[in-house]
DNA sequence: GTCCATGCAAATGATTTGCAGTATC
DNA sequence: GATACTGCAAATCATTTGCATGGAC
């Protein structure tokens, strides 16, 4: 899942855009690091070893086409950057976002998919009459390797 | 709870800082408005109206300094704004961060309280090792007001 | 009186935009 | 061949910083 090049094409020509290898490359770039989060520069670096004459400008426009699309997620560690990820929808289409656990120590991120939420978003309709779409979860504290604090 | 003066001035004064009407302003301020989550700007503008010589550079070292304090706590909300709200540490001094639940049609910002998560904080210690000192919960959709999506 | 804090204006840095050239359809 | 897309450079906008003045202690 995640990234299928010719459904990506597909969905393109459907609204009448173009096919660019910038386009191209600015989601294959996200689709190789499911893993890592991108800032816009790390995207532009990537994709500047095989096509050196991508402008940034061009990479921001592209991340802006995808958000729109639903095919990546901006993420925002509050570490000065905004980065992006290839997006993750299940199968009946709701969103299915994982999380992010983030070491105040080293600053790495884990992942991890935990559906333990719908329990609270019910909450929240009942109380609330809120009706909750799409949540965001983000933990700070020290990963495995970091271990003691130091704050 | 939430912003006692005498304690501030307590505070500033045993770290060696200089007790201004600009920091009073500023945490006051922000203590005024427990529900709204004020910027950089907004906090600004509320503050020229009692203090017309007041200089957004000051506005933005003193939430600087509020936050190094862990008096106040930043949210981003990703409307391209960053915004501040008065800090509540519990008793034992462990944090007790509220959540926000934002609506996708008016933008409006409710917060809620609820300590659903350290259940899930006890599972990932235990599957990643990684220790949980902090989250950060936004839930997104619909206000009971706007209620039909209009995605 | 000392030194920290402020206000102003200039600097910064991520992101956006205008425009002429270029590639896709 | 028409028009959307790109690359470049300039513009923007929130936030930060340098520096001389002003205020707290």
């Known amino acids: 899942m995640a990234f299928d090049r010719e459904e990506f094409i597909a969905l393109l020509k459907s609204k009448g855009l173009k096919i ?12 190789a690091c499911p893993d890592r989060h991108l800032t816009a520069e790390e995207i532009y670096e990537n994709i500047k070893a095989d096509c050196p004459e991508i402008g940034l400008a061009t990479v921001y426009r592209t991340i802006q086409l995808l958000l729109e699309l639903h095919l990546i997620d901006r993420i925002n560690l509050d570490d000065g950057f905004v980065r992006y990820e290839i997006g ?32 609270l978003e019910e909450k929240i309709v009942k109380t609330t009459g809120f009706q909750v779409m799409d949540h965001e979860v983000k933990l700070y504290g020290y990963c495995k390797e970091c271990g003691g604090r130091t704050d």
């Open 20 to 31: 660019t290898n910038q386009r191209l490359l600015v989601l294959e770039t996200l689709a």
């Open 88 to 119: 993750n929808e299940r199968e009946d289409g709701s969103k299915h976002r994982h999380h992010h656990l983030i070491c105040r120590k080293c600053g790495k991120v884990l992942s991890f998919q935990d559906d333990l939420l719908e329990e």
